[in-house]
């Protein structure tokens, strides 16, 4: 059986939403960490803590935009996924580490 | 640069490395005008330094001057981590002068010479043909006997001397850095096995190797300029090795997606892909928080003062992070996806992509090693901005910028018009290239250019005036 083949996969107007998800994945994702850092170190309250995990579905929801309109294979959307989660959990695990470095180091200047 | 204040003679090269690297940047800034000057009026200089002559000079000057600018970091450091003399440093002051020399060589065939017989004359002493690695074989031969006796004076320093966090992560990618420069020194017919290979000392470096030295970099740099502590910064350095390794080494899957590797690259390139912009987002959050959490502890003692050395440096060095995180991980991910790479792969997004990585991730935090070197070649304690930093600061960012978004504009026009709209055919190449938006985004780039260029002049006249200046405290 031959395989028929539609260019272009991609809608002509598909390209911008593309382009500017893609960017939003980032531009998000960079805010859910950063409000996560910003809660950690006190520089923003702790209820504040809320638009960090906010940030994050933004992230994700640009991510599905951006993977549906590219019409992505199953297998990379599953590995979109994965990232993602391991995205939600990634400044957890940094910010454990940071917290035993802290304690281990309290008093050290050096 | 005056060296005058300079006790060690490991951080004396250090700063012949950073004065021949500053010169080179200029040459690839001066031959980048040129081919933006070609695409807007084509008979420019034609036939005496073609588009493709100034291309080459452009990009591997590119590449030249920031090895020229690491190597000279590494050795600037080294007796601030390892608290001894560089060992064999008379070594290290040899090959710097074989190094600068066969670059001297290079350029000066690449401009007189420029074209040879098809044949293995012109692989041996003209070009090898690979974009950004092109110089000849003799050449490549060289900088392997240069890139071994630096990588054995850092690892032997760092053996004799303290062992840091920084200098083991240091030794680690320095020797990968230079041994995958053997993946890009022998030829095949096959092209795509050509290809395989050198995207592993393209990708290999700049993606991988590149970004865990700007990473050490960044470390040393929060600690001497603002005085970071050393145990949180060298946790940070671990965490981001450990991701830019993981995400970037298999990240090489997308460039297999079109030179006829096999298909598994798809899903390997896409998984690491979207992977890669996680580290450049915590080496970006790093640097604010090292330098919240310092500037805290100060504001807590109750003085207002800031806890920044070296403002220019620190400036070059924050863009670094801004630079890395917009250039290699947002531009980057626009199209690093197969199934959007399929329309933009080749065209000017590639170009925009790698301006504002290359800027952002290497030429910001390199500039501000320079700075380093200034500052300690004559002996400041406190280092000011002046209003030449300022300037040249302004202007060389905001005409990579607007090169960028000229450059994306472009690519934005090709990616419709010569690949959605018209399949990628011959006519459509020159239908995009002739489309009103792609002529108009390349007057800008030429525009940019030129500030860019301006903006450099005023960076060197900066970096050899601004320490006698009387603003800064000594």
């Known amino acids: 059986m031959i395989e028929t083949i539609i260019r272009p996969e991609i809608a002509l107007d598909d390209f911008l939403p593309i382009f500017v998800s893609s960017a939003f994945v980032l531009v998000f994702g960079s805010l859910y960490v950063g409000v996560y850092t910003a809660v950690k170190v006190n520089m923003l309250k702790k209820w504040m803590m809320v638009f960090a995990y906010f940030f994050w579905i933004l992230t994700c929801y640009m991510l599905y935009i951006m993977g549906s309109l590219m019409h992505v294979d199953a297998f990379t959307a599953k590995a979109l996924v994965v990232a993602m989660v391991g995205y939600l959990m990634l400044p957890h695990a940094v910010y454990y580490m940071q917290h035993r470095v802290h304690e281990e180091n309290e008093h050290c200047d050096v | 640069m005056a060296n005058n204040h300079l006790t060690s003679e490991s951080k004396q090269l250090a700063t012949w490395y950073f004065t021949f690297a500053a010169i080179i940047f200029g040459a690839q800034l001066l031959f980048g005008l040129v081919a933006a000057i070609q695409y807007v009026m084509p008979a420019f200089l034609f036939e005496l330094v073609d588009f493709s002559i100034a291309r080459i000079i452009h990009i591997n000057a590119l590449v030249v001057w920031m090895v020229f600018a690491m190597f000279g970091s590494v050795y600037w450091l080294l007796p601030d981590e390892t608290g001894i003399e560089t060992v064999g440093i008379k070594i290290g002051k040899l090959l710097f002068w074989v190094f600068a020399a066969a670059i001297v060589v290079v350029v000066l065939v690449y401009l007189l010479v420029q ?59 320095m020797i990968a850095f230079a041994g995958l420069y053997l993946a890009g020194m022998f030829f095949t017919d096959n092209i795509s096995v050509d290809q395989y290979w050198w995207w592993w000392v393209i990708h290999l470096w700049v993606e991988a190797t590149w970004e865990v030295f700007v990473g050490a970099i960044a470390a040393y740099g929060l600690i001497t300029m603002i005085g970071a502590h050393r145990k949180t910064v060298e946790m940070w350095l671990w965490i981001e090795v450990s991701m830019l390794f993981g995400s970037g080494i298999l990240g090489l899957g997308h460039h297999y997606f079109w030179i006829g590797t096999p298909e598994y690259w798809w899903e390997i390139g896409a998984l690491f892909s979207a992977l890669e912009p996680l580290p450049l987002v ?54 690093t996806l197969p199934q959007v790479n399929l329309y933009t792969h080749g065209t000017q997004f590639t170009s925009a992509h790698g301006h504002l990585a290359f800027f952002g991730a290497y030429a910001t935090i390199l500039i501000g090693m320079f700075y380093l070197g200034v500052q300690g070649s004559n002996g400041i304690k406190v280092m000011k901005n002046t209003k030449l930093s300022i300037w040249a600061t302004s202007m ?72 006698k200046s009387a603003v800064h405290e000594r």
Not at chain 2, 294 to 321: C, H, R, Y
């Open chain 2, 396 to 467: 060389i960012t905001g005409g990579v910028v607007g090169m960028t978004v000229a450059l994306t504009i472009a690519g934005y026009v090709q990616v419709l018009v010569s690949r959605a709209q018209m399949g990628a055919t011959w006519a459509a190449y020159f239908d995009g290239q002739s489309g009103l938006w792609f002529v108009q985004a390349m007057d800008w780039r030429l525009i940019m250019g030129v500030v860019t260029f301006l903006g450099f002049v005023l960076l060197a006249t900066d970096l050899l005036r601004t320490g």
């Open chain 2, 115 to 173: 074209v040879g017989p098809a044949d293995e004359t012109t692989i041996w002493f003209i070009t090898e043909g690979r974009e950004y690695i092109e110089a000849p074989r003799w050449a490549d031969f060289g900088i392997v006997v240069v890139a071994l006796g630096f990588v054995g004076n850092l690892f032997l320093t760092g053996m004799k001397g303290k062992q840091t966090g920084i200098v083991t992560v240091l030794m680690a990618d």
């Open chain 2, 282 to 335: 915590a080496m970006f959050i790093h640097v604010l928080y090292d330098w919240g959490k310092t500037q805290g502890s100060q504001d807590a003692k109750g003085e207002q003062l800031s806890v920044i050395n070296n403002k220019p440096a620190f400036t070059w060095f924050v863009l670094n992070a801004f630079g890395n995180f917009l250039g290699a991980g947002i531009w980057g991910f626009f199209h």
